[in-house]
């Protein structure tokens, strides 16, 4: 574990409590983002967090990063933290030198064709496509797969956004120059799909913790035949609801973080994911019928949250996607399903 | 709140399997058959005879009552099997989970001596003797009364829905030993009774199933030595609360009906069933989910912490869980349930459809563990 984590993601909770205003979340609806937040993450070097030292990062781990990613959920902050430095990830990850430019990531799709170094093909919903100027996607030549570095310049651009109002843009290119390409292993590309699902899984929980603590703070404030509603047993029954919800979320991310970080991560992406996908809806449900009329109002905030959590549970590698995976695997294992929940990690390597 | 990760260690590992080819071998010699739920239904004697002699009961225990001073963990990993395979793990259960704790907590050195040794050993079995006629919820309202006299205590009234009583030595029973004043909660003691003491009666009460788990005990004039009398006089009601921790977080409150899932995940396989298995890898992912939290509030547990509120989480999800499992099984594959059926399967859908009703109402209502719940959540 990093020891700097606490730290960064203290400050980083700061900053954005401090900066990212109802109006700063809503800049998206009329076409804008939260550039001065942006700007404000990079004075302090925050999008270098997870890139090695010698790659001119600031050397914090996996860890460090999901967690801010749970931050940028939480506070719902209108920037391509995410995309930016999971993008380097990747690149980092495949032995490509990290940008220092805005870069957005698209892996979550049908490779873009490549022939003789060129690329055409088209993308739909990548995310914030036209603030970025380089795009981390997949192409393919003959059936090989390979991850490549584009730039942006050399697309079309038609501006489109997801439920939440957030930058998803359809791209097409034609003949692109690819900047760098790395030729993908199916392990590779099994474990990218994994880390852009933690990524996933870590920005839900971080918009679950928020609509849970609106809830809760709203019950209090809030009064009805002249007490505040929390005093009602089934106003009690949704926030109960709603904890349990946080607290399942909570622990799933942090054990996908655990595993990840051991390097032995495997099923459980996909489970964290699947839960993900109920806790999503469980929690948007309670917290708008606690908030009653109010909440379902674009002057309140906790659509801010309630829409990231429906768009979200539908983009890149979703539910429908690992169950196949899952059930593919399962359907040639000769485990049981006890002896795969509690597979030994530590005798087979001995 | 903020629960930490838990990695099995290879040593623990190991434990698992050990467990794991003991519990296998005496299933197929025959020992037991596979129930649903078996922790409430499968009371056997002998079979707990059997898990004490692998040095099973009291795990955790200090090693002068004859415990092995494993750790808690070892302990969630050894329940987990248990109920993964359905073993009849009931006669020693009660015992095992809270009186043992609970006198290594309060009991006096006469008592940890006299009865830790006896039930690590599997010759002395408790019942937890809580509700009554008119406590159910509202448990702090308990009217059973003890009263003082030369050398003990004098019991008079009953307590219902206690689990195997039938086959227990002896009940931790929550009694009134003040006469109820306006705080209801005080004034409660929990003493421990010998149910062959003169003037204890246990009759059946039969489950919707028609089998017998559940008793109503009565006292007419029963004597109950000072000895007897676990912790301190009047403090019942904090000591009883101690206890209900370990009994809402366990594995007890998600896997009641894993052989059901675990068997028609096998049935999916056999048929090919892609899509079949698609859809039960939701419920794959709620239990994995519910373990995390599970196991979590154990490490917790074990480190002294105050879980109260995590355990409710655990318990109010995990069995709704436990629930759900037949709800979806049954819609997965072609069944017929009966509780005489041949086929594992059936078998399986039948005990787990007619128990689930149980599952939220045992160790606190869902109704009550929301409130317990929200009030946690308000104050934090």
Redesign the interface.
Known sequence: MSEMKDMIVDVVERMFKEKVEKETVDLLEAGKWGEDVWQLLLENEIEKVAIKEEQGGAGGDYEDLFHLYRLVGKYAVPIPFIEHTLANLILENSNIQPRSELSTIHIAAKPLDIMEGKATGSLKHVPWARYAEKLVTLGAEQGKESLILIDLKDATIENHTNLAAEPRDHIKFTDANILVSYPLTEQQREFFAKLQTVVTVSKMVGAIDRAFELAVQFSKEREQFGRPIHRFQLVQQHLAILAGEQALSAAALENIIALLVEGDVNDEVAFARLKLDDASRIVATSAHQVHAAIGVTHEHRLHHYTRRLWAWRDEDFHEKYWKKELANKWIHSTNTLWEELTKKKHVEHS | ???P?V????EQ??F??EVRTFLQEELQKGSFQTKCDSWLSGSDPGFSKLIAEQGWIGLTWPKEYGGAERSSIDRYILT?EFL?IGAPVAAHWFADRQTGPLLMRFGTEVQKNFFLPKIIKGECFFAIGLSEPNSGSDLASVRTKAEKVEGGWIVNGAKTWTSNAQDAHYMVTLVRTEPLKEKKHQGLSQLIINLESEGVTITPIHYLTGEHHFNDVFFDNVFVPDEMVVGTLGNGWTQGLAELAFERSGPERILST?PL??EA??EL?RQ?N??G???A??L??????????SI?VAKVLEEGGEVS??AA?VK??GTKFEQKIPEVVRLLLDVYPHLKADRALDRFLAESTLHAPGFTIRGGTS?V???I??????AG
Do not use: C, D, H
């Open positions: 709140m903020k629960l990760t990695q099995f260690t290879k590992e190991l698992r399997q987990e993964a894993f899932l675990n995940m096998e396989k090919q892609i899509e298995l698609a859809q890898s939701k794959v992912a709620e239990l994995w989910s519910l373990r995390n939290l979590g509120v995590p989480l109010s999800v109704e563990l929301y409130g719940i929200a009030k946690g959540v308000l």
